[in-house]
Nanobody
Framework: QVRLVESGGGLVQPGGSLRLSCAAS????????VGWDRQAPGKQRELVAR???????NYADSVKGRFTISRDNDKNMVHLQMNSPKPEDTAVYYC?????????WGQGTQVTVSS
């Protein structure tokens, strides 16, 4: 199975920017869709963004216009560009991939938005 490893989390100020990355241990095209979810303390895990192998994207309403998901199939990477983050974006962010045979999840990376 292809494993996913996130990086790039940390502390960011409101209105700043942060880029999360997710590296796949194998061919990312094994996944017909990859994406990011997040889970804040005391809340359920929720969708942030998805991108298909064909490049179609969808976003949670709360991040539309601020976050951008992209994938680099040559480098087996998925990125989440977070612009103008808000304190309510604070959460553990998880990379995920869905194939026809299994789902894969990363271990998560903490993002804290605070001044």
């Amino acid at each position: 199975q292809v494993r996913l490893v996130e990086s790039g989390g940390g502390l960011v100020q409101p209105g700043g920017s942060l880029r999360l990355s997710c590296a796949a241990s194998g061919n990312i095209l094994n996944f017909y869709v990859v994406g990011w979810d997040r889970q804040a303390p005391g809340k359920q895990r929720e969708l942030v963004a998805r991108i298909t192998s064909g490049g179609t994207t969808n976003y949670a309403d709360s991040v539309k216009g601020r976050f951008t998901i992209s994938r680099d199939n040559d480098k087996n990477m998925v990125h989440l560009q977070m612009n103008s983050p808000k304190p309510e974006d604070t959460a553990v962010y998880y990379c995920s991939g869905r194939s026809t045979e299994y789902d894969s999840w990363g271990q998560g990376t903490q993002v804290t938005v605070s001044s």
